[in-house]
């Protein structure tokens, strides 16, 4: 006979955070909710755990029920237990955080949503739950993380310029970086492939096109090696 407790216990959720870079845009995928509470309104994706479903496995699954995202990469950000955050009863989150080429991923609603789609992080619909604060301190970890982790990659397509990622950045922090300063420190790092190659079809000057050295970066962290930007 399975052990009963005693005491009453929270419900548990996933909610992920998946932020994208249009141009000079950095944006999050949200979802219209199909069912209650707050149906039609928007929301980070996300839903319960199953009984015996671990948090990473949810979180995926819930991910690719709502929006048809799959095969993205998520990193586990922070955990919500207010007790009012969720008007069916004491609810916990654990949130998940994820970035993707925007140009890579198309969001699409599935069984689970009525929309799905793309949105400016600085122009949002009103967030149910305590979305919105979830939302703050993920681009808040984003700005911290891409300081000294060399994420923003994710953000970009798998060959860039370095006038796109430095505009990366600046999305990112939002703040203007010095154009020699940051070009000498970011080649400096050693991480850049340069591919010979340049854009095609541009109406300005063709610049040239880079790929990230994620071998050597992995590489470089065996041995000490500290990414700073």
Not at 67 to 81: C, D, P, S, V
Not at 113 to 118: I, N, P, T, V
Not at 138 to 165: D, H, M, N, S, W
Not at 206 to 221: G, M
Request: hydrophobic share 40%; charged share 30%.
């Amino acid at each position: 006979m399975p052990y009963t407790y005693d005491f009453p216990r929270p419900s548990v959720t996933v909610d992920c955070i998946v932020f994208g870079l249009d141009n000079k845009e950095l944006k999050v995928v949200l979802i219209q909710r199909k069912t209650s509470p707050f149906i039609d309104s928007w929301a980070l994706p996300g839903g319960f755990i199953g009984e015996n479903e671990a948090l990473d496995k949810a979180a995926k699954r819930e991910l690719a029920e709502e929006t048809g995202l799959k095969n993205i990469f998520l990193e586990q950000l922070f955990t919500f237990g207010d007790p009012g955050r969720d008007p069916r009863g004491h609810t916990i989150t654990v949130a998940y955080f994820g970035l993707v080429s925007l140009n890579e991923h198309n969001p699409r609603a599935a069984s689970d949503a009525k929309k799905a789609g793309w949105f400016s992080v600085n122009k949002l619909p009103e967030l149910v739950f305590d979305h919105a604060a979830i939302l703050k301190m993920a681009l808040e970890r984003l700005k911290g993380k891409v300081r000294y982790q060399p994420i923003g990659f994710e953000l970009l397509p798998k060959r860039f310029t370095l006038t796109q990622l430095q505009q990366l950045y600046e999305t990112i922090l939002e703040k203007t970086l010095d154009k020699r300063n940051f070009r000498k420190k970011i080649i400096r790092l050693g991480l850049l492939i340069d591919l010979n190659e340049t854009q095609q079809d541009v109406a300005h000057r063709a610049a040239r096109l880079y790929s990230f050295d994620e071998k050597r970066y992995l590489q470089l962290v065996e041995n000490g090696f500290i990414f700073e930007v």
